[in-house]
């Protein structure tokens, strides 16, 4: 079971979070498992611990926080595309669980990319050519 391109995006995303001395900070206090399930692709999960983020397919049956959407809708809000409060506010996706975790989930995605502006930016324009 591989990844589809929000799993591979949030893999991606994890690689840069965990090399992120701002990111590794905040995450090393927060142990938290996070699963994704967006129609149209294979379940994953986020698991964070000590401060580092792995990305893995599959479900997990214990998870803090989930993110229930379409595929795009996901891709969308990870790439600027939507913004998030508007697209919970319309229900075009939905967290079961602690809404806190994914808040949390995202400020580590800002710091991230604050970061590393140059590799984000390039990721934010080539996405708007696959959306």
Same mark, same amino acid.
């Given at each position: 079971m591989?990844?589809?391109?929000?799993g591979r995006a949030i893999d991606f995303l994890s690689r840069y979070a965990n090399k992120t001395e701002t990111a590794v900070e905040y995450m090393?206090?927060?142990?938290?498992r996070i699963q994704f399930t967006l129609r149209g692709e294979e379940p994953f @999960? /986020?698991?964070v611990e000590d401060g580092q983020m792995q990305v893995q397919a599959g479900r997990l049956p214990d998870a803090e926080a989930e993110?229930?959407?379409?595929?795009?809708?996901?891709?969308?809000v990870m790439t600027g595309h939507m913004d998030?409060?508007?697209g919970f506010t319309m229900k075009k996706y939905e967290i079961k669980g602690s809404v806190f975790d994914v808040i949390r989930f995202? @400020? /580590?995605g800002d710091l991230t990319e604050a970061s590393?502006?140059?590799i984000f930016g390039m990721l934010r324009r080539m996405a708007t050519?696959?959306?």
């Open positions: 591989g990844l589809g391109k929000c090393r206090e927060w142990p938290v @999960h /986020v698991i993110f229930r959407s379409a595929s795009d809708v996901f891709f969308d998030p409060s508007e995202r @400020h /580590v590393n502006k140059a050519l696959v959306s």
